[in-house]
């Protein structure tokens, strides 16, 4: 941060703190939690709560479970092509929106499993090589097809179209307006009342990417994880940015809300509880709100668009990507049940048994190139890529622990 100064850690104003502690004394609290007896699944025969496993117990243990959970934990957040076991992959994100989130929760008073659900489930469709590999992937399944690809509707896709869990309503809506990338003062809930209402959102999202930005989450829980998304992010890709030597902790503005992570989570939750604490909406007041704004605006100036973060992607990932698009189509096309397209993928979704109405295999054939890629890890497309074009001398510099 700018001129040495200490941490400040905010605390919630005496009166906000001795209503949160007598309403819980008294059994008072408000009643802001989502109700579980009004859940909505595809089937509703399916999956009944009990007193051990409730309706969004079901839907945390189901998403724990996906095969492809595992791979949070070789997806870039930020930072691709370092060999650095202090900087942050995708799985450790995802458990840091869900910690803040519950934390959140807690003091609201909210449905602590519906928003674990949603924070689990929030990234699960996220392409490798981080947003650099979503943009990628867009514009690849855009050209072939006129659709386009955002890794939050993605992860709705592998939840509840790639593996049929029948995961409910709200966890699905919560999952795809979690949107980290656009910060509001004020997030109200959008009441939403049927699977055939949020599947026109989400098909409108494929024909045009600017529905993305439209989604808003149909219950304060999944109003909770998305500001607890941006809050997860901000302060930690600034240490991983310090720890990859992109930038130093003195290149930051200390603002109204600080510049470090911890100061950066501690004072926008207190503020965040503060200012919706009893209340229909998530709020942060004028001056932190501005403050988040301008640390968001920061890391993009100084993280994101930094050219040592792009400079592989454009000059090794994007051709990488492209020709690996195009031969898995080719061999998909072909039925060149050899391809990895089918021994690694195709086999690999068919051994989860889950009833379908329609064979997995017979999904359009760009989709499941899309399937593919997004669902790999940064690793497994590079060894993908060697596998399937040997004799190409493309090569990936990592930098190394001792470089």
């Known amino acids: 941060m700018k001129g040495e100064t200490m941490p400040t850690y905010e605390s919630l104003t005496p009166e906000t703190e001795n209503r949160i502690r007598a309403e819980r004394a008294a059994g008072s609290f408000a009643a802001a939690a989502f109700d579980e007896n009004m859940v909505i699944r595809r089937d509703p025969a399916r999956d009944k709560a009990n007193v051990i496993r409730t309706a969004f117990i079901r839907d945390c243990d189901k998403i724990i479970h996906c095969p492809f959970y595992n791979r949070y934990a070789d997806k870039t957040q930020v930072f691709s092509f370092y060999k650095n076991d202090d900087i942050s992959r995708r799985a450790l994100h995802v458990q840091l929106v869900s910690r803040i989130a519950r934390t959140i929760g807690k003091a609201l008073n909210l449905n602590l499993d519906l928003i674990e659900a949603i924070a689990l489930g929030h ?80 098909e409108a999202c494929y024909l045009d990417k600017a529905n993305v930005r439209r989604l808003v989450p149909s ?118 049940t050899a391809s990895p397209i089918f021994t690694h993928h195709i086999g690999y979704v068919n051994q989860a048994h889950y009833e379908r109405k329609v064979p997995y295999a017979s999904t359009e054939p760009n989709q499941i190139v899309v399937d593919y890629i997004a669902g790999m890890t940064d690793d497994y497309f590079v060894d993908l890529y060697a596998h399937c074009f040997p004799d190409d001398k493309t090569n990936i510099q990592y930098i190394g622990y001792f470089d």
């Open 123 to 202: 990234d699960i469709g996220h392409t490798p090589f981080g947003h650099a590999g979503e943009r990628l992937l867009d514009e690849l399944y855009c050209a072939h097809t006129g659709r386009h690809f955002s890794h939050n509707i993605h992860s709705v896709r592998v939840l509840d179209g790639i593996f049929p869990y029948n995961i409910s309503l709200q966890t699905l809506c919560g999952i795809a307006a979690h949107d980290g990338e656009i910060e509001l003062g004020e997030y109200r809930p959008k009441p939403l009342e049927s699977f055939e209402e949020f599947d026109c959102r989400i």
């Open 219 to 336: 219950t304060l829980e999944g109003c909770v994880v998305r500001i607890s998304d941006i809050i997860a992010y901000l302060g930690k890709d600034r240490q991983d940015a310090e720890r990859a030597k992109i930038v130093s902790a003195d290149s930051f503005e200390g603002g109204a809300i600080g510049s470090i992570n911890a100061e950066l989570i501690n004072n926008l939750v207190v503020n965040i509880v503060e200012n919706s604490y009893g209340k229909p909406y998530i709020r942060l007041d004028n001056v932190h709100f501005d403050a988040l704004r301008q640390a968001k605006a920061e890391n993009y100036a100084l993280i994101y668009r930094n050219e040592t973060v792009q400079a592989q992607i454009d000059s090794s990932i994007r051709p990488m990507m492209t020709a690996l698009y195009d031969k898995l189509l080719a061999d998909l096309v072909a039925r060149n």
